[in-house]
């Protein structure tokens, strides 16, 4: 099983950046999708989820009505639209999946895309 994320890169302040995450090995069925981040020396945090059906997102409250989680068609794609970035959005940020809706838990884990912002 690989959940494989890309998008990071080097964006100003205000600007906007879009994830993505491919997951392979399995199919994701009913199976939340979403991100993590984990700035230098900070404790991994929760960005936001959206469930199977993209029915149910989650956020963050740091990052609700700036970023947009969606979910592909094939299911097994999921989406993280940055925008209004800020320098506090530096981070790694780690793409996972999870049976069940979990703020601090995930089944499975990507390797990291590294997202920095500058002021």
């Known amino acids: 099983v690989q959940l494989q994320a890309s998008g990071g890169g080097l964006v100003q302040a205000g600007g906007s950046l879009r994830l993505s995450c491919a997951a392979s090995?399995?199919?994701?069925?009913?199976?939340?999708m979403g991100w993590f981040r984990q700035a230098p020396g900070k404790e991994r945090e929760f960005v936001g989820t959206?469930?199977?059906?993209?029915?149910?997102?989650y956020y963050a409250d740091s990052v609700k009505g700036r970023f947009t989680i969606s979910r592909g068609n094939a299911k097994n794609t999921v989406y993280l639209q940055m925008n209004s970035l800020k320098p506090e959005d530096a981070a790694v940020y780690y793409c996972?999946?999870?049976?069940?809706?979990?703020?601090?838990?995930?089944?499975?884990w990507g390797q990291g895309t590294l997202v920095t912002v500058s002021s």
């Open positions: 959206i469930s199977w059906g993209g029915n149910m997102s």
């Open positions: 996972a999946a999870a049976y069940d809706y979990s703020r601090s838990k995930a089944d499975y």
């Open positions: 090995g399995r199919t994701f069925s009913n199976y939340f």
